[in-house]
Every structure is written in structure tokens, then in C-alpha cells.
């Protein structure tokens, strides 16, 4: 029995021993633990970690996937509509167009009607060679074009004409012909060197149209300014060019017709005339009533003793 009781007090013993140790590893561990509360280090290799367990890396994931599908598709929209805005808003349309001409011979009303169907067109879809070539088809005489967009709604256009060469009376109405063969209405007389012109078509008088050859109107030009630089006893009175027979007649002040071909070498007729200057300059001014310079090493010409025979064959030619 004694045993027993022995037993049983050394595992109080044992018991209650391990209680207290308990008790005091509890109170020292107080001792040192840090408080909650206060600053800790944390490494900087974990400062920007983004997961710090599963559960939190499958929940930040589909967050991520759903932003990134606001992101794109608010990316998408703002593309569409920046592209609407550019192309086909009223925004970018043009709206106004300024067109400024560099001389008389732009009709500045029939310019701004040759590009009245380019208006509230997007700005950026306007074809400048189009443009072009609808102010040229309407007004053949104009020589330059300069083009300029100005956004977010503005065309401005200067427009240059080539010059005239002659002024030209067609049934009481007086038009200017530009060195590209044009020929435009003019309210009054001011050209200096009027041409008569034979064998017109009616159908062909109309104004702003390309009615002459370019070659045709330059070699006429350049054929009087050789004749003012070359003859000093031609002086120039009257310009008559036919224009089925390609010929420009030129009649002086003695009243003496001069024939040209058009076809031939300018020079060449002229140094024709500057010889035949020479060796009859006294039946020039008196006795001849026309030189003709279109054949070929040859100076025909008709004396004033055969006026009559001479204008007849001018007339059984040329009407």
C-alpha cells in the first residue's frame, strides 16, 4: 500500500514540475517576442512580390485577365472612333476653300464651281490631282496649281494662267488668246496686237475652250518678234492666220502682205525676207504687193504693176 502511495506522488511531483517549467519558458518567452505592432524588416528581394500563396494567385489572376480585357477593348473603341473622327466626321470635312488667282485671266466664279462638289467631303480622302484636274478641264488655260490642306477643314487653291499672246473680235465680242491656244472673254479691247483670224469653226467659239494649237499660237509669236528684231522695214500692221491652210499673213504699213508657213522654219523665211530687204528695198516700200516665203530656197513676190492678177490669186486661194 505504501508503494502505491509512493507512486502516486512522484507523478504529482513529475506533474506539477512540468506545469511550473511550462509556466516559466511562457513568462521568459514574453520577455523577448517583439510586439506586433512594431516595424520589421522585409527583404527587398519580397518588397514587390505579387502572390504570396495559392489561393491569392488564382483569385489576382482572373482579376488581371479581366482588366486586361477592359484595357483591350476600351483600346478598340478609341481606335474605331479616332478613325470615325479622322474619316468620316463632320470634324475633318471640308468646309470652306480658298481659291486665290495670280492674274485676270482666272475666272475666279467658274473655279470655285469646278470644286463646289469637293465640299463636306472628308479633308483627308481629297485627291489633290483630282482637284486638279477638275479646275483644268474647265479652264484649260490655267498653267499652275498649288494645293494646300489646312485642318482641320480648310482647301486652299492658287491658281496661275498662262499669258495671252493676241487679242482676237469675234461678232462684237472681244477675246484673248493665251500662248497655250485658250480663248477668253475680255469685257474691253486691251490687247495691243489683234490677229484676224480665217476659217474659225462657230462651233469652236467658246469661252475657257483650247480652240488653237499650242505650236500653232507660239510659231505666230515667234514670227512676229523675229520680224520687229530682224526687218527694219517691215513694220507690223496686221495679223491675219489661216487656220485650215496653217499660214499667218503679216501686212506692213505700205500695206504689202508677207506669207508665212507655219509648217516650215521660222528663221529660214525670215533671213528669206532680210535678203529680199536687201537687194529690193526700194520696191518694198513702193512697188510689191505681197512676198510669199513659204516655198522652199524661193522669194516669189508680185509687183504693184500686177495688183489686180495678184489679189485675185490671194482671193482664188485663201476665200
Known amino acids: 500500500m505504501k508503494s502505491i502511495q509512493k507512486i502516486i506522488e512522484k507523478y504529482k511531483l513529475f506533474f506539477s514540475d512540468k506545469k511550473f517549467k511550462k509556466n516559466i519558458k511562457r513568462e521568459k518567452s514574453k520577455l523577448y517576442v517583439q ?23 488564382e483569385n489576382t489572376f482572373w482579376e488581371i485577365q479581366k482588366m486586361n480585357l477592359y484595357y ?31 492674274d485676270e485671266l482666272i475666272n475666279i466664279d467658274l473655279s470655285y464651281r469646278s470644286i463646289e462638289k469637293y465640299r463636306y ?45 493676241f487679242g482676237f473680235e469675234y461678232e462684237n465680242k472681244f477675246y ?31 469661252d475657257y475652250k483650247k480652240v488653237f494649237k499650242e505650236e500653232s499660237i507660239l510659231k505666230i509669236k515667234n514670227i512676229i518678234d523675229l520680224v520687229h528684231q530682224n526687218s527694219s522695214f517691215v513694220s507690223v500692221w496686221e495679223i491675219i492666220y489661216y487656220v485650215k491652210e496653217a499660214e499667218v499673213h503679216i501686212i506692213d504699213q505700205n500695206g504689202t502682205r508677207i506669207l ?46 500686177s495688183e489686180f492678177q495678184c489679189k485675185q490669186n490671194i482671193k482664188s486661194i485663201y476665200e
Open 72 to 102: 483591350y477593348l476600351t483600346g478598340i473603341f478609341l481606335f474605331w472612333a479616332s478613325l470615325y473622327i479622322l474619316f468620316f466626321s463632320h470634324f475633318f470635312s471640308i468646309k470652306s476653300i480658298d481659291v486665290i488667282r495670280e
Open 121 to 165: 467631303r472628308p479633308i483627308l480622302f481629297a485627291d489633290k490631282n483630282e482637284m486638279k484636274q477638275s479646275l483644268l478641264s474647265h479652264q484649260p488655260n490655267i498653267k499652275e496649281v498649288y494645293i494646300r490642306k489646312i485642318l482641320p477643314d480648310n482647301i486652299k487653291i492658287i491658281l496661275q494662267s498662262f499669258t495671252w499672246v
Open 176 to 206: 484673248e488668246i493665251t500662248n497655250n491656244g485658250v480663248m477668253i472673254p475680255s469685257k474691253t479691247k486691251e490687247s495691243t496686237q489683234m490677229i484676224k483670224i480665217i476659217g474659225l469653226n462657230n462651233v469652236w467659239i467658246v
Open 260 to 305: 508665212f508657213d507655219l509648217n516650215k522654219e521660222e528663221k529660214v523665211q525670215i533671213e528669206k525676207l532680210n535678203i529680199f530687204n536687201k537687194n529690193y528695198a526700194s520696191k518694198v516700200n513702193i512697188w510689191i504687193v505681197y512676198i510669199d516665203l513659204r516655198i522652199n530656197e524661193k522669194i516669189i513676190y508680185c509687183a504693184k504693176d
Open 35 to 57: 510586439n506586433d505592432n512594431s516595424p520589421r524588416y522585409k527583404s527587398k528581394r519580397n518588397k514587390f512580390k505579387l502572390f504570396t500563396s495559392k489561393l491569392e494567385f
